[in-house]
């Protein structure tokens, strides 16, 4: 089965950059979509096929994908992006499959 | 603007089946050539798909719950359903509906969320 991994964690100050990764086997063939879950809510999607983003997400938000790896990248973080993110990709084996995902942490 | 609302019990006896819908407002299923899917997330722990169904009936499923598990859709009350039989304390977890893209099989649209409890 396709496996997706990101770090368990990633923290940043305000004002600052975020990147956060994700890896699986020859990734950048595939489409990467990227979700936002504050605590106690559904997750949003806040960027699809690796770089685009939804209507009302912030251009802040911006998405990469290469090789085995894609990236999520938060530039001038504040204090509201701090969640937890996941890749995901649909896999012809597996279908649809999440990474771990990341706890982003705003210092 | 495009709603889907999770229903069911909170409470499931193991090892009795668990059973959602997912009913869908502000847009027909039937009208539309959507994946259809649930999602579920045990406390503390990552997103993990369940399986989703295509407007037209066809079934996708996860290889880990596939013996146990089986989607529907009834577009006459635009709405689609979960059942997952054998349940023990692990299937515990908040369940999501969402609808899926077609093209890039993005996750667009979700359902608040529903805690389901497996306990005796």
């Known amino acids: 089965s396709y496996v997706l991994t990101q770090p368990p964690s990633v923290s940043v100050a305000p004002g600052q950059t975020a990147r956060i990764t994700c890896e699986g086997n020859?990734?950048?063939?595939?489409?990467v979509h990227w979700y936002q879950q504050k605590p106690g809510q559904a997750p949003v999607v806040v960027v699809y096929?690796?770089?685009d983003r939804p209507s009302g997400i912030p251009e802040r938000f911006s998405g990469s994908n290469s090789g085995n790896t894609a990236s999520l990248t938060i530039s001038r973080v504040e204090a509201g992006d701090e969640a937890d993110y996941y890749c995901?990709?649909?896999?012809?084996?597996?279908?649809?499959?999440f990474g771990g995902g990341t706890k982003l942490t705003v210092l | 603007q495009l709603q889907l609302q999770e229903s069911g019990p909170g409470l499931v006896k193991p090892p009795e089946t668990l059973s959602l819908t997912c009913i869908v407002s502000?847009?027909?299923?039937?009208?539309?050539?959507?994946?259809w899917g649930w999602i579920r997330q045990p406390p503390g722990k990552a997103l993990e798909w369940i399986g989703s169904?295509?407007?037209?009936?066809?079934?996708y499923y996860s290889p880990s719950l596939k013996s146990r598990v089986t989607i529907s859709v009834d577009t006459s009350k635009n709405q689609f359903s979960l059942t997952l039989n054998s349940v023990t304390a692990a299937d515990t977890a908040v369940y999501y509906c969402?609808?899926?893209?077609?093209?890039?099989?993005?996750?667009?649209?979700w359902g608040q969320g529903a805690l389901v409890t497996v306990s005796s």
């Open positions: 169904i295509y407007y037209s009936g066809s079934t």
């Open positions: 020859n990734l950048g063939s595939k489409s």
């Open positions: 969402a609808r899926q893209s077609p093209v890039d099989f993005s996750l667009a649209y």
């Open positions: 995901q990709v649909w896999d012809s084996t597996t279908t649809v499959v």
């Open positions: 502000g847009g027909s299923i039937s009208r539309s050539s959507y994946y």
């Open positions: 096929d690796n770089s």
